[in-house]
């Protein structure tokens, strides 16, 4: 049988306009070990409670007053990514939909049990967790090839600078970089920073103008 491991304790923002829904997330949720947040009857009400501290998980009912959950959520994302379980009294395809593009990671049908509500709340975590494991991988792997584009254009231009190989640019870059114990990027950059003043030299008229002593 798959069992799914518990998840650590969350502070979580709970966020339903039926009053029955709200006293059992806040009655069970310390029951699984978790934290309630805060709870709030409506959207916006959520939002609000977020902007003064965000909390680890929302579970939000998709259906409130002056915003929906998914609305809600969506708010929140904006602040900085949060995990959310979106309740809801039956399954709509549209916002099944919209709630997959805003990363919702769970969805609960009523009525919510407490059999439903901890394999939720893990599985929601652990899906989180992951998501934003990949997208720190692929920021680090867009970093790394703009960090490869500025080295690669820093050796060309000690290369001609210098009158030597690519390869010997290359080479004596890395040895400046061990011996000032500094990233081969910084090196790169600085050395960028300075062609940038050397064509500004080159392009500067060759006479020029002097000053008069008006004394």
């Known amino acids: ?42 959207g916006r009400e959520l939002l609000d409670h977020c902007r003064v501290n ?19 959520v969506e708010q929140v994302n904006r602040i900085a990514p949060v995990p959310a379980i979106l309740v809801t009294g039956h399954s709509v395809p549209s916002w099944v939909d919209r709630a997959r593009e805003l990363g919702v990671m769970a969805y609960l049908v ?55 190989p690519e390869a010997e640019a290359y080479r004596r870059m890395r040895r400046l970089a061990s011996n000032e114990n500094r990233k081969l990027i910084e090196v790169a950059r600085q050395l960028l920073a300075a062609e940038e003043v050397f064509h500004a030299l080159e392009a500067s008229p060759a006479g020029g103008t002097r000053a008069h002593d008006t004394r």
């Not at 502070?11 to 806040?26: C, K, N, P, T």
């Not at 967790?129 to 584009?149: F, G, I, P, V, Y």
């Open 54 to 72: 965000l909390p680890d998980m929302i579970i939000a009912d998709v259906k409130m007053p002056d915003m929906d959950g998914l609305e809600a």
């Open 110 to 164: 009523k009525p919510v049990t407490e059999y439903d509500l901890a394999p939720a709340i893990a599985l929601a975590r652990r899906h989180f967790d992951e998501m934003q494991a990949l997208r720190r991988e692929s920021a680090d792997l867009r970093q790394a090839l703009e960090d490869r584009k500025v080295i690669e254009r820093a050796k060309e231009s000690v290369a001609r600078r210098v009158s030597i």
């Open 1 to 42: 049988m798959n069992t799914v491991a518990p998840s650590p304790p969350l502070r979580i923002a709970v966020a339903d306009d039926d009053r029955d829904v709200r006293e059992f997330l806040e009655r069970f949720l310390p029951v699984l070990g978790h934290g309630v947040h805060s709870v709030a009857r409506s």
